[in-house]
């Protein structure tokens, strides 16, 4: 990219630093930022992250979920609602509060 007569660096040549496509950032050939939908693992390297992840560790274990979804073992899961009757709202398959008139025990 030019401006005047001085040669600026383009910003799609950081990717240029270095062989993995989907790395949007690297410094001295280390990749420091990947593209939506990839995770920067230990290794520097990005991976591709498993859909259901809101968010994962560099080893790519979830950390977060989308909404209808919990972790466990590392991994998001479906969220089937317990059979707990008079329960309001739920947290880890876990009833956190009641109707009214009801309490937890």
């Known amino acids: 990219m030019l401006a005047g007569s001085d040669c600026l660096r383009s910003p799609e040549s950081n990717r240029s630093e270095t062989t993995d496509p989907n790395c949007m950032i690297a410094v001295n050939g280390t990749c420091s930022s990947c593209a939506l939908?990839?995770?920067?693992?230990?290794?520097?390297?990005?991976?591709?992250?498993?859909?259901i992840c809101k968010s994962v560790d560099s080893y790519g274990s979830c950390t977060d979920c989308y909404q209808g979804y919990i972790t466990s073992n590392n991994t998001c899961v479906?969220?089937?609602?317990?059979?707990?009757?008079?329960?309001?709202?739920?947290?880890?398959?876990?009833?956190?509060?009641?109707?009214?008139?009801y309490y937890l025990k």
Do not use: E, H
């Open 37 to 51: 939908g990839y995770y920067l693992s230990f290794d520097s390297r990005c991976k591709l992250m498993n859909p």
């Open 78 to 101: 479906i969220f089937v609602q317990p059979n707990i009757p008079y329960c309001k709202t739920f947290s880890d398959q876990a009833c956190t509060s009641c109707i009214n008139g």
